[in-house]
């Protein structure tokens, strides 16, 4: 995967390997959120297979296509798109590159994390902005 220059990333660039799919990694980081932050954050249900009729009424309703994967709310915002601790393992589409650089743009704090722990650091690092 090509990472987006202005985007920071999480985790271990160099890694490959066996890892988990991006949905064990998700189901990982919400369990090891502190109460606090689990109360405020969120993951977009944006995955999976749609009829048209289904596209059109969920956007209607305010799904954003390329939303990130977690979003904490918060001053900043945390804003972060979710991959595979081995990165050749996933993809990232334009619509979530835009949709993370529209953020940025916002002032949200975001970035791209590579496995749960790469979201961990990146929380730590959010909390200390």
């Known amino acids: 995967m090509k990472f987006p220059k202005s985007i920071k990333v999480y985790g271990d660039i160099k890694y490959r390997g066996p890892c988990s799919p991006e949905s064990a990694e998700q189901i990982t980081l919400f369990n090891q959120l502190s109460p606090k932050l689990r109360a405020i954050a969120l993951h977009p249900r944006n995955e999976g297979k749609r009829t048209p009729?289904?596209?059109?009424?969920?956007?209607?309703?305010?799904?954003?296509?390329?939303?990130?994967?977690?979003?904490?709310?918060?001053?900043?915002?945390?804003?972060?798109?979710?991959?595979?601790?081995?990165?050749?393992?996933?993809?990232?589409?334009?619509?979530?590159?835009?949709?993370?650089?529209?953020?940025?743009?916002?002032?949200a704090f975001v970035c791209i994390a590579l496995g749960w722990k790469g979201v961990v650091d990146a929380i730590a690092d959010w909390e200390k902005a």
């Open 53 to 107: 009729g289904q596209v059109m009424r969920h956007k209607a309703e305010g799904m954003t296509t390329g939303a990130a994967d977690i979003i904490i709310i918060g001053s900043p915002p945390f804003v972060c798109e979710l991959k595979r601790m081995d990165h050749t393992k996933s993809k990232i589409s334009p619509e979530q590159i835009a949709f993370l650089n529209n953020c940025q743009d916002a002032g």
